[in-house]
Each structure stands twice: as C-alpha cells, then as structure tokens.
C-alpha cells in the first residue's frame, strides 16, 4: 500500500539514476561530453546506489499518523531541496562544479568544522550554549603548536625543548582544553549559571590565557610556524593520491571525522550519558526526580564538549602548519548554526548525529559553491544569514501545531 | 519488626516566612493504602517531598521497617525502595516511552545500554499492568492518563515498597480510574503501600484504608476508613469537617435570581480545521447564565473556548457577540471585545511564578494604567488591592511571589486579573481543579456576584457535582461534538455521562451518529 508505494518510488529513482550514471559514464567520452559534465556520472551513480538502498531499506510505515503527505515531505527537507537546486544551479553556471576534487575539498573543509559542531551539540542538547569554543580552538592550537616546531627553526617557542614525541603536545593540548571545559561544566552545574553567560566568561578568560601564553618571550606574539613535519601530516596527508589518474588523494582529516561522527552518535544514542543528556535537555526536573545525577552529566558534557574543540584546535594547527591567539575565533557561532539548520532545538532535547552532518555540510556546499561562481563575500554573508533565519522558521512549523 | 513499613515523626520544615510543616506525622501500613488529606497548602505535598528527598527536613525523622531512614536526594528514596508519581507530569516528550520508564537507570553494561532488554522489559510490565502503550511512541504524543499508568509501571518496575501517588486522578476520566485502583488493589494485596493524595472524597472512600488529616502544615489525625469494631465507615462531612476545621454544610452557594432572555453570545457551526477537533459547535449564551460544559478527557472542550478566545483558527461558522458578527483573531481582541479566559492549566498558562501578585493581577490591563506607556504605579496597586481584597487573596503583601501561594489563592490572583479588564463574558476551563474545599466555595461566590452585575459565564468542568451545582444549562461534548443540552432539573450524573460518552460509531455510518 502507501509505504509499498513510497519504497517502490525510492527503489526505481535510485535505479534509474544508477543506470543513467552508467550510461553516461561510458557514454562521455565518445559523445566529446568529458569538458562538459566531468565527473557527473560518477555523482549518479552513487545517488542512485543511496536512494535505492534507502528505498530498500526503509522501514515499513506501522500507522497511518506515520504517513507523510507530499507537503510535509517538502518542509521535512526544505534547506536540503533548497540546496539541491543550488547545487544544480552552480553545476550549469560552472560545470567544473561536478568534479571528485570539489566534492573531496568540501568534505575537507567540513571536517574540522563537524567535529566541534558535534561537541557544541551536546551543550544545545541540554538548552545550552558554548561560546567558548572557538576560543578553545585557538588555545589547542597554539598550545600544541608551541611544541612541534623544528629544531633548526630560528624563532621557537620554546628554544630548549627537545623534540618530542607527536602525542604528548597533542594530549597537553587537549587537557588544556577540557580544564576549561569542567570550569563551564563546574559555572553552570554548581552555580545554576546560564551556559550563556558561564562559557562567555570562560571564553573572555580563555583568550586572555592564550594571548598571555602567546606573548610569553622570546616569542612575544609572533606567529607560530616552522611546524614540524610529522605533525602537518595530521592535517594535510592525503591517503590513497594517485590511486587513479588525477585522483587527488582523500585528506585524512576526511576519517578523522568520520571515527569521531561514529563515536559521538554511539555514545548519544546507546550509551547511557547520551540518554541522561537527552533526558535533561527534555526535562529536567524529570531527570532529576528520576535520580538521574545532573551535576555529573553537565561536567561530562561540558568536558566531552571541550575536549572535541580541542581536537579541531589540534587539527587547524596541523592542516594549516602554524597558529596564532586569534584562531578559531568565531567558530562557534558557525557551528551553532549548522547544528541549528541541521535540527538541533535550542530549547533542548531535540537533535540527532545525521542532522548535524547535514548541517555543516550544507553550509560548507553552499559557502564554497558560491565562492565557485565568484559571488562577492558580502553577499555570501547575507546569502548565509537568509538561511539560518529560514531554516530554522521552517523546522520550527514543524513542532507547532495549532 | 515495626508495626509501621513507613513512620515519619515531628517532621518539621520551613519555608522563607512560612512554617509549611509543623511536628507532622505519618505511619503507613504494609499492604494498605494510606489517604493524605487536606487543603491546599495544607502541607501534603510539602511532607511527601521530604519522605522522596526533594526537600530535606529542618527536624523530624523518617524510619523505614523500623529502620531510621536518610534520604536527601530522590535517588536515595528510590534506593530504599519509595517511589513518587507527581501530581504535574513531566515526560521526557521528545524521547520514547520505554526510556522515560527506565530513565535514571536503563538496562546495559559499562554505561552502554541495551535497547531489546529496554523494550522487552517494558512490554512485559505494560502487559502485566494491561497497557496497550508501544514502548516505541513518544511520551510527548500519549494521554495523561498512560502517561500516568507509565510512571506507576516505573515504580512497579523498581519493586517499590511504597508508592505516593500525587493527585493521580486529576485528569483521568472514570473509566482511566477505574484501571488505575485495579492496578493499585493487585499491588496492595501484593504488600504495597501507598501513599494517596487526592481531593476526591469519593475515591478516598473506595481506595484507602486509612485516612490521615493535615491543616495548615499540622497533624490533625488518623482515622481508618471503616471501624473494625463498630463496622462504621468514615463520612464525607466528617473529613470535611476536619480538613477545613469547621462544618461545611453546602458545598455550592445559594443561586439568586435567572438568566435574562438577552442572547450575548451566538455560536453556529463552529468547526476547527482539524479533523480531529471541535466540529459543528452551536449554542447560545444568555446574560446572566452560567452555561456549564460537561465531558471526558479529549471532548475538545478547552480547545473550543481556546479558539473562542483567538488561541486556536477557527475553519467555518458564525460567531455573534452582542448581535454583532465577530471573528476570534488573538487574545487581545477577544479581550477588546469583552471576552476573558481563565485557562486550564494554571502553572502553564496562568501564572507568572517568579512576578509578585501585584503583576500578576494587572497583566491582562496595564494598558488601562498607562499615560504614553508610562504605568501608574500607585494605581494600579490601588487597583489590585482592591480586587485582591474582595477575592479574599490569602498573602502577607501584594510583593509576595505569587508560585508562594497556595494553588487556591493562585486561581483567586488569576480570577481578580480578569475582573479588572471589566470583561462581560468569562470563559472559566476548570476553575476549581486542584484547589481546596473552602477556596471552592469562594470561587463559586465570586461566580455569582459576577453573574448578579450582569456578566455571563461559561464553565467547563470535569467534576460532576460542581456542573450539576454551578450551572443554569449544561452542554455536554464528545470528541468535539456537542451530543445534548440538559436544562437545571433535568441534571443527573448519568444523563451528563451517558452524553460524554456518544461516541460516533467509526467507519461506515458515522453520518448517522
């Protein structure tokens, strides 16, 4: 019946892209179309293989309240159809768009940009907020920075330090960060302080620290570079290069990702802090007449929380070969808004892994579609603005109902 | 091995300017069922907080089985096996139901959790309890009444020895209560305590076995619902009698004077464009009248009065205020027009908890005290004393927050609120719920007053005595339609239940129902 027929539909669509990738994929170079679609087919045929899975794979509808009308399918998917045509519309304007190279940077530069969306996500899930992020960002990157440079460098940061071993700067980084992390966990927990004010203090004191720790001589606020080697190659090894011709490697910050995506969807989805999250993001007072241990779970989150911005510090460091005191600055606010448009409720409680995905991808599609075809960045400000504001609108019609 | 499973002495505990318990006690039997009565702000939910460790006691001691108990956190209470479903519902909404019933202890190893072991206990406990609930749907989407039975389920699951039931009763109609005392009968005769709050003289007579009385934040008695040596039951007058202190003879006031024939408002073929919604509304409302409507849980009764008020859209029909069309288009034109909603609930939708009583009461006028958006304070606290006083507010000053009152003065606070907008038409859903005897009894006097000035009232009500009590005319609805009128001396509680309950037969005939 309906749910048959919504399968059926997914199952053919996908086949059908499938088979036209194929075709065209064959069909290119003979018809002269190599300047025109690049790598279009190859695009196809993996929608087509995902759709088809998806309509294979779909879960039967049990009741009737299920059931999903067309209208609601549309503002179900609105900014992802929104951005689908987009995407079309740069494919016409800019064929170069519809390349594995441009799909590949994109997913790179939403790599690190996931990872701290993932650890804002947990402060949102309990109608809170961090805006200490981007902050954290910068001082794992300086930190860990400070001790990766070369030995032959002329202006270290520490001119003594021997060369150690890749991991410990990356851990003192990091620990550094998740301090700070329990002293927003500890301000909002201990003191029922709002997140909001609790992180920006703590966002004002980090960057004070980092600065002060920046200015330390001999290196007196200059930029950190002469970043050694094996460190860089955190950020900037790109595996499998060459594997075909042209084949421009995946970055690595590419799995990175991807491990940390798998992690934190396990431990909000199956593990039981990732319930106790939800359940004070929804109700707190339930949570707490449950006996649930609020004070330990907001410290843990806040800790999980700082913890994943000062992986994304480390990685900047890495992919960028240096750091400055005013890294990361901002980030949190981009983060928080691709958790937004990806569904995440400010009000708590509501937000899955795929939809924070989505999120950062889209703004990532979007921003470095429109830089493809040479739209002024004053523009690609507001273009960014208009969607937050209407993506957000439009998921909100979908908890009203009156 | 005590006599008592549960024995709480001279508990004591206070409050910012209020002694809320005073030397109180309290000794549960094992397998009974224990009534804790008493006014509002009497205390009652006050001393059950201490006993599941919400608030912690100034003096007095809690033992369990003979065993003194320490309990400061609700974690602590469930470890020694109390469990507590409160009065006002707090689901997890966005999560499902098996994870609300385990929550704050899901099944799992090294903090990871099993899911199936979640789902098949739950289904298990909801067969056992006879609950027809997918452990998969959201909590945000069930009734009050499964949401209840699913807290009930959490505390059978725990192998809880007592169980304080807060007001469970409040918004499950007959047929949910019923349910509900099969389940607490099988788990007392399985050695469960409870512990049973609740207003309802009628319930506590059939449920429990003992009664134990509060005034004011103090012990009054205990007293066993039937006398094993003289076989005598406990009656209605003489708990009344105890909790308010003194003899309540008539539970309504005395009605004076009729409806004038004036039509105030018309309503025709009102329809909600949900399907599922009110549909096809039409009645009359006369000057003067207090027109009760009567129904279960989901007649859509507060959703008709909300889209009368501008709440919620309204798809077809006519509406005549005064012989003049009028369209709901928000609150604040219902309120220019002379339309006044007293709301459901009360802590959601009435009260500003952390804003003085002053606020409170002028909120819904402030325009009226204000010269170029400059508010006239002195007046307005003239203003809200005045009302205050008639209403008989119970509070040390107008500056008291008002989430300090009790849920009586509460609805008084909200009652004058409206009186000062000079409204012709107050819309009251369920004004006395939660409330005490004797701030009933001033309710319904203020009804009247208001009623003898001239204005008009509609009431929905889910308590029988007070529709029959209360109302010149009674409409009755059943999932959104209105199924009859009952004049004043055609009223029975079988004729308003046997209205309640048309049910459209579903499918096929449904046109003719």
């Known amino acids: ?402 | 091995m005590s006599e008592y499973l549960l024995e709480m002495k001279n508990i004591t505990k206070t409050f910012p300017g209020v002694k809320a318990l005073d030397n109180v006690q309290l000794n549960v039997r094992k397998g009974t069922v224990h009534a804790l009565m008493g006014e509002n702000g009497a205390g009652k939910s006050t001393l059950m907080k201490c006993l599941f460790g919400i608030y912690n006691p100034d003096g007095g001691e809690i033992f369990l089985e003979g065993k003194k108990a320490n309990i400061h956190s609700a974690r602590q209470a469930m470890d020694q096996g109390i469990a507590m479903v409160h009065q006002e519902l707090h689901p997890i909404r966005f999560r499902s139901v098996m994870e609300n019933v385990y929550l704050g202890r899901f099944p799992g190893h090294m903090g990871v959790v099993d899911h199936k072991a979640m789902y098949d206990k739950t289904k298990a406990l909801f067969d056992d309890l006879e609950l027809d609930v997918d452990p998969l749907a959201l909590a945000g989407e069930q009734s009050a009444a499964i949401l209840q039975m699913m807290e009930i389920a959490r505390a059978v699951d725990m192998k809880a020895k007592i169980i304080i039931l807060d007001e469970p009763t409040s918004s499950l109609s007959d047929r949910e209560v019923e349910h509900l005392f099969k389940i607490v009968n099988r788990l007392r005769s399985q050695g469960v305590a409870f512990v049973y709050i609740s207003h309802k003289m009628k319930e506590i007579l059939e449920i429990s076995d003992e009664v134990t009385i509060m005034r004011d934040g103090q012990y009054v008695g205990t007293w066993p619902v039937v006398n094993k040596e003289t076989g005598e039951k406990l009656t209605n007058d003489f708990i009344i009698k105890q909790m308010v202190g003194r003899e309540m003879t008539n539970q309504f006031p005395p009605r004076e004077g009729k409806p004038s024939a004036e039509v105030v408002l018309k309503v025709e073929h009102v329809c909600s464009p949900l399907r599922k919604s009110f549909q096809d509304v039409s009645f009359e409302l006369h000057k003067q009248e207090i027109l009760g409507i009567g129904g279960l849980v989901g007649a859509q009764r507060t959703e008709f009065v909300e889209a009368l008020f501008g709440l919620r859209s309204i798809a077809s029909g006519n509406i005549l205020l005064n012989n003049a069309s009028y369209t709901s288009k928000n609150p604040g034109f219902a309120k220019s027009k002379g339309l006044a909603l007293l709301t459901e609930e009360r802590r959601a939708t009435g009260i500003f908890g952390i804003l003085p009583i002053l606020e409170n009461t002028v909120i819904a006028n402030q325009r009226n005290y204000a010269h170029l958006g400059i508010l006239n304070q002195r007046k307005m606290l003239e203003e809200a004393d005045r009302e205050c006083k008639k209403l008989n507010v119970k509070t040390p000053s107008l500056q008291t927050l008002i989430q300090n009152l009790s849920g009586g003065n509460q609805q008084k606070v909200l009652i004058a609120r409206w009186l000062l907008t000079n409204s012709d038409i107050l819309i009251l859903d369920e004004p006395t719920r939660g409330i005490d005897v004797g701030a009933k009894y001033e309710i319904y006097n203020i009804m009247l007053e208001q009623i003898a000035q001239g204005r008009s009232i509609i009431m929905i009500s889910s308590e029988m005595p007070e529709l029959m009590g209360m109302s010149d005319r009674i409409m009755v609805m059943c999932e959104g339609r209105v199924t009859g009128f009952l004049n004043k001396g055609e009223y029975s509680q079988e004729k308003i239940m046997a209205l309640a309950t048309q049910f459209a037969a579903h499918g096929k005939d449904s046109s003719a129902a």
């Open chain 1, 1 to 402: 019946m309906a749910e048959n027929k919504s399968k059926r539909l997914f199952t053919i669509a996908g086949l059908v892209i499938l088979a036209l990738g194929i075709v065209l994929y064959f069909a290119k170079a003979p018809l002269g179309l190599n300047r025109k679609i690049y790598d279009l087919p190859i695009f196809l045929i993996i929608i087509g293989v995902c759709f088809a899975l998806k309509g294979f794979m779909a879960k039967p509808v049990v009741n009737e309240l299920n059931k999903v009308s067309f209208g609601e399918f549309l503002t179900n998917n609105a900014i992802l159809l929104a951005m689908l045509v987009l995407v079309v519309v740069i494919c016409i304007l800019q064929p170069r768009f519809m390349q594995i190279r441009v799909a590949l940077d994109i997913l790179t530069q939403s790599s690190t940009k996931l990872i701290m969306a993932l650890g804002i996500c947990f402060t949102l899930l309990i109608a809170g907020t961090d805006l200490s992020a981007g902050r954290m960002v910068g001082l794992a990157a300086v930190v860990s920075a400070s001790m990766m440079q070369t030995a032959t460098y002329a202006n270290r940061f520490f001119p003594d330090l021997p060369q150690v071993q890749v991991w410990l700067p990356i851990v003192i980084a990091i620990v550094a960060c998740m301090i700070f992390g329990a002293l927003n966990g500890f301000l909002v927990a201990k003191y029922d302080m709002h997140p909001f004010i609790a992180t920006l203090a703590v966002q004002v004191i980090i960057y004070g620290a980092c600065s002060l720790y920046f200015d330390m001589p001999p290196n007196n606020s200059q930029p950190i570079g002469g970043i050694r080697a094996d460190f860089a190659q955190l950020g900037q090894m790109r595996l499998f290069s060459g594997a075909f011709k042209g084949f421009p490697g995946i970055s690595i910050l590419i799995p990175i990702a991807i491990v940390i995506c798998i992690v934190i969807w396990f431990i909000l989805n199956k593990t039981v802090f990732g319930k106790n999250v939800y359940a004070i993001g929804g109700n707190r007072e339930a949570a707490v007449v449950a006996g649930i241990n609020v004070f330990r779970n907001i410290m843990g989150i806040f800790i999980l929380a700082s913890c994943l911005y000062g992986i994304a510090g480390v990685l900047e460091a890495a992919r960028t070969a240096g750091a400055t005191n005013n890294y990361g600055n901002g980030y949190e606010l981009d983060a928080i808004a691709a958790c937004v448009v990806g569904g995440v409720s400010l009000n708590g409680g509501i937000g899955k892994v795929g939809g924070i995905i989505m999120g950062v991808l889209i703004f990532t599609i979007i921003q470095y579609g429109l830089q493809f075809i040479n739209v002024s960045p004053m523009w690609q400000q507001v273009i960014k603005g208009v969607i937050i504001a209407v993506a957000v609108a439009i998921d909100l019609t979908k908890y009203r109902r009156k």
